[in-house]
């Protein structure tokens, strides 16, 4: 069994850029969630996609977006880069997302916009 | 809303000694808590939620839905615990951490 994987491991982007986060799931996991962690501060819920679907979102504007592909990997783009949206992002991949399943985290992106 | 808070950001005690980290949430539906742990230079997981009633790594939290509190609690603490503790609620289909508190245990 392979954990969750993210990729780039650091990252550096200017304010206005686009930035694409990638996350590898599980295999089997149909569902992943995408957080952001600021420094200092717990998870933060962007949102969750169940079989390529958006199954959730939290309070983030539409410049966040994502999308699950059918291969288990996943992806988190942000447009229009603020120097707030610099923190570590993370990934979790569950079974179906429902409240007994536990969520496998990857080790992050860390994001910094200057 | 849903909230979690965890008051202590940081705990310190010693090898032996009990421990406990307080949770408190908000949430005006049926919850479903969780505690998970990030030791250093590792990821984020899972350390025991509380529908399953478990006790790992003599870890235990009990949901008390009167004080809205999960709290955490081992009664000896040890060096490996050290670790920082997330809180976390699932609800409306999205788990909510609360701001996580740094747990040091001195020799």
């Known amino acids: 069994e392979t954990g969750v994987t993210q990729s780039p491991t650091h990252l550096i982007k200017t304010r206005g850029q686009q930035v694409t986060l990638r996350c590898s799931s599980q295999?089997?996991?149909?569902?992943v969630s995408w957080y952001q962690q600021a420094l200092g501060q717990g998870p933060q819920f962007i949102f969750q996609y169940y079989r390529e679907e958006e199954n959730g979102r939290g309070n983030f504007p539409p410049r966040f977006s994502g999308l699950q592909f059918p291969n288990y990997s996943s992806e988190l783009n942000v447009n229009a880069l603020e120097l707030d949206d610099s923190a570590l992002y993370l990934c979790?991949?569950?079974?179906?997302?429902?409240?007994?399943?536990?969520?496998?985290f990857g080790p992050g992106t860390r994001l910094t916009v200057l | 809303a849903q909230r979690v808070t965890q008051p202590e950001k940081l705990l310190s005690v010693f090898k032996g000694a009990p421990v406990e980290l307080k949770c408190n949430y908000s949430y005006s539906g049926s919850p479903e808590l969780f505690w998970y742990v990030q030791y250093s230079r590792q990821r984020l997981q899972l350390l025991l939620r509380?529908?399953s009633r478990e006790s790992i790594k003599g870890f235990t939290a009990d949901l008390n839905k009167g004080e809205t509190s999960f709290h955490l609690k081992k009664p000896f603490a040890q060096e490996e615990d050290s670790a920082m503790y997330y809180c976390a609620l699932e609800g409306a289909q999205k788990l909510v951490f609360g701001q996580g508190t740094r747990l040091t245990i001195n020799p």
């Open positions: 509380h529908i």
């Open positions: 295999s089997g996991h149909n569902t």
């Open positions: 979790a991949s569950s079974l179906d997302g429902g409240p007994t399943d536990t969520q496998y």
